[in-house]
């Protein structure tokens, strides 16, 4: 999607970017609404609720590197598409929904580590220490317990962006 952007797209995206980068090259998210509305899009109040919820969870409340603001914009100027019940998503949170759902996986990957599409009880044990969360026994089973919402021993991918709060990703 980027590469259909012009040059003088990118200037522009770039120009209202630099205008609000922080010291380490990222923009706060807390400026998007700002940023956008100086490229001309007008989003709702329930468009941008939903652009922070979604931003706050990949990027966990920090900042967004040009690039992710890049990949947003690319995909803001293409035609709205209809979801399945026939009405029409923004862009705007299109984009942040395709970027969320790849993060998602990604993470959901580096929990399954024998890569069957689910997360055993031991793989969430394993990754969480080697992330230096040294949690009881007792935690993790509540962790699945709480995440395993069919019953069935371990954590599908579904359930894991359910446990992660972005239940409207998987519909």
Do not use: W
């Amino acid at each position: 999607m980027v590469d259909r952007l012009t040059d003088a797209q990118v200037k522009a995206f770039r120009s209202v970017f630099d205008d609000h980068k922080n010291n380490n090259g990222d923009v706060e998210y807390r400026y998007i609404e700002s940023m956008l509305n100086k490229l001309g899009y007008e989003p709702s109040e329930e468009e941008m609720e939903d652009v922070y919820g979604h931003l706050d969870v990949f990027c966990h409340g920090a900042a967004v590197s040009f690039s992710h603001f890049l990949t947003l914009m690319a995909n803001k100027f293409n035609t709205g598409t209809d979801d399945n019940d026939g009405k029409k998503k923004s862009d705007l949170h299109e984009a942040i929904d395709d970027e969320l759902l790849k993060e998602m996986k990604a993470a959901f990957r580096v929990f399954d580590g024998d890569g069957n599409g689910f997360i055993s009880q031991a793989e969430l044990k394993h990754t969480l220490y080697n992330m230096g969360e040294k949690l009881s026994d007792d935690d993790i089973e509540d962790m699945m317990r709480e995440a395993d919402e069919d019953g069935d021993g371990q954590i599908s991918f579904k359930e894991f962006c359910r446990m992660m709060s972005i239940q409207e990703l998987m519909g």
